[in-house]
């Protein structure tokens, strides 16, 4: 692997860190006790660096999403981690009925209500519900919605890197939450085939998790899916025109769940 790509990173790092220094300072300063609550401090400064990173991603991705998404999702729609509910956008009203956004960083809700209501999906309509949840805790998803198998469509872009043991939350999330017939769709960045590719980001991922709030760049999230047997039919495709050497190596799907 180019070793000037291999360390591309140093870049975001460098930016991420300088956005997100000074009002995570402030933070620790006005509450000390987070200097014993690491993940607090995490969460502090992923909701700085989302503010940098979130329209920059989402223009990025804007291709893939839209032939992902609006074609696909329908009824409840369930986004893990949804950030600050980009995902909204580019859904179509006249099919889904709620958008459900699951964000366990409470800091990141307020824009999630923005971002939602510019396509018209706003809690005062019911069309809009926040949860403050990780995608683990199935059993607290499932309650929310009154019950187990309530959900349309299962969204995750840029998500399952962070989430842990994402290979037993996906089980449970597809078994439990998600529908008969219904559909996970998913754009992840996932861990590369290249052998070089996949050291570097193995490499870097200790330095990731912290800055971006447990993301982790060495999973092969898009194998994990595609092994589950809850399918009754599924495709994985690529970004157009990525390069190999990327750390960032990405993979979209779409699965259909077994109609029981």
């Not at 600050?84 to 409470?106: F, I, M, R, S």
């Not at 290249?194 to 760049?217: L, S």
Request: contains cysteine; charged residues 20%.
């Amino acid at each position: 692997m180019n070793f000037t790509v291999s360390f591309d990173i140093v870049g975001q790092v460098k930016a991420a860190i300088q956005a997100a220094f000074l009002p995570t300072l402030i933070a620790l300063l006005r509450n000390p006790i987070l200097l014993i609550r690491p993940h607090e401090v995490s969460r502090i400064i992923m909701a700085h660096v989302w503010r940098l990173y979130a329209n920059g991603i989402d223009d990025n991705a804007r291709p893939t999403k839209e032939k992902l998404l609006p074609a696909n999702c329908y009824g409840v729609v369930l986004d893990i981690g949804a950030g600050h509910g980009q995902t909204a956008l580019y859904l179509d009203p006249t099919k889904v009925t709620k958008y459900v956004a699951l964000e366990p960083n409470t800091l990141m809700h307020p824009k999630i209500r923005i971002t939602a209501a510019k396509n018209g999906f706003t809690e005062e309509t019911g069309t809009l519900l926040i949860l403050p949840y990780g995608a683990e805790k199935i059993s607290l998803i499932t309650s929310a919605f009154g019950g187990a198998h309530a959900v349309d469509t299962l969204v995750s872009i840029f998500s399952l890197c962070s989430i842990p043991d994402p290979e037993q939350t996906l089980t449970a999330l597809v078994n439990d939450v998600l529908k008969p017939g219904g559909t996970l769709l998913f754009y992840e960045h996932v861990l590369s085939p290249r052998e070089d590719v996949a050291r570097w980001q193995r490499f870097w991922t200790p330095v990731w998790i912290y800055i971006m709030d447990g993301c982790r760049m060495d999973r092969p999230t898009h194998l994990w899916i595609e092994n589950m047997d809850a399918w009754a039919e599924g495709s994985v495709w690529g970004k157009d025109d990525e390069p190999e050497e990327h750390l960032f190596w990405r993979r979209a799907g779409r699965s259909v769940k077994k109609d029981d």
